[in-house]
């Protein structure tokens, strides 16, 4: 207390005791109520958007916190080359920090660095994906949220006024064929699983039977009276 300054307007006033004690609303906290006043009682797995300064990417940032530190980050960025560089970066710098040191930590790129003042939002009043759930997911929950061949859910499209729209890249994967009605109305397309693909791969498949056997379609493709590379066409 010797460090506190006060003026000489407060040392002379006399003392006064407050007669209400406010206490900190209850927050749900991994299926308990959690009346939280120091950072060790955070406790939740949850995500936080956040984008740079001149809008050219994005990243969504997904942390499973217990006891106040982070133990597993998962980083996801989309739309500028040195942003994957700055993930690569942040995903180092996050596990085993506070929150409160990770939200007053340069996370490098200004889009991850608000998607950590977002998600640390989220985690102090209660707002977690975990919140009602008992103890929590364990470390490693992240991952689910990728799916097979561990590749981030990204949708890809583009269109003009002119020519319409493109599909590129979808949950299911990378587009290879767009299927057209009689009206050319896309009605289905044809895609290639590149998780899956290169997992094939890697175990020792041969590169052309990994893609072929990796081919799907979606919709009334089969159906479709024209088909084009929306690449090239």
Known sequence: MDRIQVTEEVKEMCCVKRGVKGEPAPIPQE???TKAKKIEDISGLTHGCGCCAPQQGTC??????????????????LGCSGMTHSAAMAGEILPGKTILE????????????????ELFLQIVYGRTQTA??????PVGAGLEDLGKGLRSQVGTIFSTKQKGPRYLEVAEGYILELGLDKNDEIIGYKFINLGKM?????????PKEAFESNIGTYGRFAEAVKKIDPRKE
């Open 60 to 77: 969504k940032l997904t942390l499973n916190v217990k006891d106040g530190v982070i133990q597993e980050a998962l980083v996801e960025t």
């Open 102 to 117: 990770a939200l007053n930590t340069d996370l490098v790129c200004d889009a991850i660095n608000v998607a950590m003042r």
């Open 132 to 137: 009602f759930s008992d103890n929590g997911l």
């Open 198 to 206: 290169m997992d094939a791969i890697k175990k020792g498949t041969d």
């Open 31 to 33: 299926g308990d109520w």
